[in-house]
């Protein structure tokens, strides 16, 4: 059975950068074609793309984050990355690692994310 | 950069009626890159739909997805308690590779 999991610090303080790994377990990361991206959800809001990486080290990122944005992937630790520089409030949010599935996916050309981390809320204060 | 327009922003209805949540594309995408989430409080959302009309597994026939070019739907026929919920559209462009989210729709017990 497919699981990721998010860890990092829950609270960073305002212009340091945020840390966040995604733990795969039940398949590798190395395999098949999949995209492994981070999602988040600012507290009361809807849900916003950050990026994300494939196994051979290419990462595509929300224009909007793209500045301050690096994704990384540790396929030897079966572990993806993110970090997110100059942090400020509006950062604050529950960040999600998922797994997207993107290509020929029973018969179809498709893109979707099939498996989610639970979550991890990150506060931006002082 | 395509977005995605989800109405209503809010539904009420009770169970047993039927659900019909919108998305709209600000221009067309293919159909295949349409997918549907279901997310509860606390949790992370859920697939339900891919292909715009292909359900994921072990989801109930009573949800159903269609639609095409701008306009997609995601239907539930009869309401069980435990659907409601917030519902998103996503949908994935090829030039640049990204991804872009619905504002979602609550749906909310009557």
């Known amino acids: 059975q497919v699981h990721l999991q998010e860890s990092g610090p829950g609270l960073v303080k305002p212009s340091q950068t945020l840390s966040l790994t995604c733990t795969l377990s039940?398949?590798?990361?190395?395999?098949?074609?999949?995209?492994w991206n981070w999602v988040r959800q600012r507290p009361g809001k809807g849900l916003e793309w950050i990026g994300f990486?494939?196994?051979?080290?290419?990462?595509y990122a929300n224009p909007s984050l793209k500045s301050r944005l690096s994704i990384s992937v540790d396929t030897s630790k079966n572990q993806f990355s993110l970090t997110l520089r100059s942090m400020t409030a509006a950062d604050t949010a529950v960040y999600y690692c998922?797994?997207?599935?993107?290509?020929?996916?029973?018969?179809?050309?498709?893109?979707?994310?099939?498996?989610w981390g639970q979550g991890t809320l990150v506060t931006v204060s002082s | 950069e395509i977005l995605l327009t989800q109405s209503p922003g809010t539904l009420s209805l009770s169970p047993g009626e039927r659900a019909t949540l919108s998305c709209r594309a600000s221009?067309?995408?293919?159909?295949?890159?349409l997918a549907w989430y279901q997310q509860k409080p606390g949790q992370a959302p859920r697939l339900l739909i891919y292909?715009?009309?292909t359900r994921a597994t072990a989801i109930p026939d009573r949800f159903s997805g269609s639609g095409s070019g701008t306009d997609f739907t995601l239907t539930i026929s009869r309401l069980e308690p435990e659907d409601f919920a917030v519902y998103y559209c996503?949908?994935?462009?090829?030039?640049?590779?990204?991804?872009?989210f619905g504002q979602g729709t609550k749906l909310e017990i009557k």
């Open positions: 998922a797994r997207g599935v993107g290509g020929y996916y029973a018969g179809v050309w498709t893109y979707f994310y099939d498996y």
């Open positions: 039940g398949d590798s990361i190395s395999s098949g074609g999949y995209y």
């Open positions: 990486i494939y196994k051979t080290g290419s990462t």
């Open positions: 221009q067309y995408i293919s159909s295949t890159y």
């Open positions: 292909g715009a009309s």
């Open positions: 996503q949908q994935y462009d090829d030039s640049p590779p990204s991804y872009t």
